[in-house]
């Protein structure tokens, strides 16, 4: 059983930051991922970012690698979105996913994740 508790949502002005958090509560994850997805109206829910909790090795979608950084603090449960040089094209609604096994095509796509956050809301503005 995993619950996963999101913050840092918000209003931010094109080229601004934002951190994400993602608090896990429950078993502990060992050899698994979590992940950061985002979501438009409309559209599906896309792959951002994941982290292995063991390994640390991440992964990053094209449209935001060299902008966003996952991390993680595995003394807190608690896994981190730093977003930077924010774009409106990144305003979307953004979830935490928890417990992902490999192999890749799982850790990077919504149907490898079997704990969803409730999502939190970030508006990037022009």
């Known amino acids: 059983q995993v619950q996963l508790v999101e913050s840092g949502g918000g209003l931010v002005q094109a080229g601004g930051s934002l951190r994400l958090s993602c608090a896990a509560s429950g078993r502990t994850f060992s050899s698994t991922f979590m992940a950061w997805f985002r979501q438009t109206p409309g559209k599906e829910r896309d792959f951002v970012a994941a982290i292995g909790w063991k390994s640390g090795n991440t992964y990053y979608a094209d449209s935001v690698k060299g902008r966003f950084t996952i991390s993680k603090d595995n003394a807190k449960n608690t896994v981190y979105l730093q977003m930077n040089s924010l774009e409106p094209e990144d305003t979307a609604v953004y979830y935490c996913?928890?417990?992902?096994?490999?192999?890749?095509?799982?850790?990077?796509?919504?149907?490898?994740?079997?704990?969803w956050g409730q999502g939190t809301q970030v508006t990037v503005s022009s």
């Open positions: 996913a928890a417990d992902a096994k490999p192999p890749i095509v799982r850790v990077t796509s919504r149907s490898g994740y079997d704990y």
